[in-house]
């Protein structure tokens, strides 16, 4: 089965699930980039996104994006593969001014949508080749335009990052499901550098945020990248 249409399958039958719980989660009263609240940075990594155009990149749920247009007054899109994760977040949260949400591959949406003022991805652009997600967001940026990536480092088994871009199984981990296989980028700080500056981006710090207990293996990789001008 192709990388895409197993993704498709995986986050549509989390979507199912979580739309059968009747769970969504509540807006945040801070922007985290990892599953922990408190580890690392807010939103502040994005800069001042008041009245600018911001790219929520796999949205899931939503509720990233009305923090940000609530708390900060950008104008938020949310782009979303998944049919019932869109389910989730557009049915809740339609009526939020400054929020929209379109269902929909994210380079696809990228090549006809007007470029973005800042982009970011919770997780989620490690389940996009890189080569094909990275030049549709250098596209889809403005000029000097923030790109903040939060991508997961050691998985739950303690297995580091790759040095080699290929995707790699890893699994959706459901409450009370079995879990759900997909395929993963999960790649190196250097070899995620080394890609973003091949396709027109300034890399930034990149940060390791661990989880708040010291013996849990799972580690995440914040980065910040910024557009290059033409």
């Keep these: ?45 994005l800069g001042d996104i008041t009245g600018r155009r911001v790219l929520d990149i796999g949205s899931g749920a939503g509720h990233h994006a009305v923090h940000l247009a609530q708390a900060h007054g950008a104008h938020a899109t949310g782009i979303e593969l998944s049919p ?15 929020v929209e949400f379109t269902q ?52 739950l088994h303690g297995r580091g990052p790759s040095t080699e871009v290929a995707p790699r199984e890893q699994m959706i981990l459901l409450r009370d499901d079995p879990p759900l296989p997909t395929q993963m980028w999960v790649l190196a700080p250097q070899l995620w550098e080394d890609l973003l500056t091949e396709y027109g981006f300034r890399v930034e710090p990149i940060d390791l945020l661990r989880h708040p207990d010291q013996d849990a293996p799972v580690v995440y990789q914040l980065i910040r990248a910024r557009r290059l001008p033409d």
Aim: proline residues 11%; hydrophobic residues 40%.
């Design 84 to 98: 019932t994760q869109h389910e989730r977040a557009a049915s809740t949260h339609a009526d939020v001014p400054g």
């Design 1 to 45: 089965m192709p990388v895409e249409d197993t993704h498709t399958r995986a986050w549509t039958v989390y979507g199912q699930r979580q739309l059968a719980r009747a769970y969504m989660p509540p807006i945040p009263d801070r922007l985290s980039w990892t599953p922990w609240e408190g580890v690392g940075p807010g939103a502040e990594v």
């Design 104 to 155: 929909g591959d994210v380079v696809k949406y990228l090549a006809e949508a007007e470029p973005f003022d800042a982009a970011y991805a919770i997780g989620t652009l490690a389940f996009i080749d890189p080569h094909r997600a990275l030049p549709s967001l250098r596209d889809g940026l403005r000029p000097g335009a923030p790109l903040i990536l939060s991508l997961l480092h050691t998985d």
